[in-house]
């Protein structure tokens, strides 16, 4: 089976910065989309940053000009450079692997569709 696991959290201060990664096992993303979200505490669950197979790299409004999605040429571990982050990037951090299209606004993640990690914590302090 698919899995996938996420790495690179931690805490920070305004204005640091942070790499996530999401390695999966048993599976090659080669043919399939990649997304990154995030849950804050009280929140809903937002998709930050996603790779197409197919198209341009789609970014959340709230990190565009922050946040980079890169790649190895082994497909299977997806990167998140997270710089100038600032406190309302506190969340947990998710990432998906699509095998059915990933769902643009869930309201909480992960979700039952698509192969999920188990998160990875990001603290931002003013």
């Known amino acids: 089976a698919v899995q996938v696991q996420e790495s690179g959290g931690g805490s920070v201060q305004a204005g640091g910065s942070l790499n996530l990664s999401c390695t999966i096992t048993a599976a090659t993303f080669d043919d399939a989309d990649m997304a990154w979200y995030r849950q804050a505490a009280g929140h809903e669950c937002e998709l930050v940053a996603m790779r197409k197979v197919d198209g341009a790299p789609y970014y959340a409004d709230s990190v565009k000009g922050r946040f980079t999605l890169s790649e190895d040429n082994a497909k299977i571990t997806i990167y998140l450079h997270m710089n100038n982050l600032k406190p309302e990037d506190t969340a947990v951090y998710y990432c998906?692997?699509?095998?059915?299209?990933?769902?643009?606004?869930?309201?909480?993640?992960?979700?039952?569709?698509?192969?999920w990690g188990q998160g990875t914590r990001v603290t931002v302090s003013s």
């Open positions: 998906a692997v699509a095998e059915l299209p990933l769902e643009p606004a869930p309201i909480r993640c992960p979700t039952q569709k698509n192969f």
